[in-house]
């Protein structure tokens, strides 16, 4: 019975916290992005977010990404520097493989920073990659 059920894994989607310039209102802003780094499309992608600690959370934001090819990216929403003191989460959902997918992505408080930079794969720029 449960041993029958198949529970796909999601390897090779990821969320990063991009540190980039914005030309419109000359500063540097704290982008999310949805990373495709499978070798195939995934369809459908849906991104539910928030941000907690404690009694403390933002509004929950729900992003229709839509189809994104291989090796691709694309953004999710702009982080405003007040929520990055909370615990933000991104919940994934999609379809490849005639399959449907999710997987929970998690920056805890405080570790979307300047300090943690590194370069995101695929994108090429500077950010936090979610290890959760």
């Known amino acids: 019975m449960k041993k029958d059920i198949e529970i796909p ?4 989607v990821h969320v990063a916290v991009v540190h980039e310039w914005n030309d419109e209102f000359l500063s540097k802003d704290w982008n999310a992005y949805l990373i495709n780094n499978r070798t195939d499309a995934i369809e459908m992608a849906i991104v539910v977010s928030k941000g907690f600690d404690g ?3 933002t509004s929950t934001m729900r992003h229709g ?3 994104l090819g291989p090796r691709s990216f694309k953004k999710i929403e702009l982080l405003q520097e007040e929520v990055l003191a909370l615990n933000n ?3 994934v959902t999609f ?3 005639n399959k449907l ?3 929970r992505f998690l920056f805890p408080k405080h570790t ?3 300090n943690l930079l590194t370069t995101i794969p695929v994108i090429d720029k500077d950010g936090i990659l979610s290890n959760v």
Do not use: H, L, N
């Open 112 to 114: 979307i920073s300047e």
């Open 55 to 57: 009694e403390k959370k």
């Open 65 to 67: 990404i839509g189809a």
């Open 95 to 97: 379809f490849a493989e």
């Open 9 to 12: 894994v999601a390897k090779d």
């Open 89 to 91: 989460e991104f919940f």
């Open 101 to 103: 997918f999710e997987k």
